[in-house]
């Protein structure tokens, strides 16, 4: 299994900047997506972005140009950095990793996830 804990939520002012963490535990060796989801009040979880081992990044429609996503050099950690925030981005920000079972099996694995209030 593989654990998530996030942080890094708050408040913020929007036009402002906020990063989030993700620091992953257990079978993290299995891991092969590291990412972000969020989910706003009334709407479906969505897509913020996720990032491989190699490096390959994949964004939601919302975050491109404004969000980065990176990992630490374990690996083991990711960060969402949130710039240019709007009030539609506030939601639950929710830490996500894939990890591959076998050759066609993966296990999806969520955080509790992080509330970002975007607000003045």
């Known amino acids: 299994q593989v654990q998530l804990m996030e942080s890094g939520g708050g408040l913020v002012q929007p036009g402002g900047s906020l990063r989030l963490s993700c620091e992953a535990s257990?079978?993290?060796?299995?891991?092969?997506?590291m990412g972000w989801y969020r989910q706003a009040p009334g709407k479906e979880r969505e897509l913020v972005a996720t990032?491989?081992?190699?490096?390959?990044?994949n964004f939601g429609y919302s975050a491109k140009g404004r969000f980065t996503i990176s990992t630490d050099n374990s690996q083991n950690t990711w960060y969402l950095q949130m710039n240019s925030l709007r009030p539609e981005d506030e939601a639950v920000y929710y830490c996500y990793a894939r990890s591959q079972v076998s050759i066609e099996g993966y296990v999806e694995h969520w955080g509790q996830g992080t509330l970002v209030t975007v607000s003045s």
């Open positions: 257990g079978r993290v060796f299995r891991v092969n997506v």
């Open positions: 990032i491989t081992p190699g490096g390959t990044t």
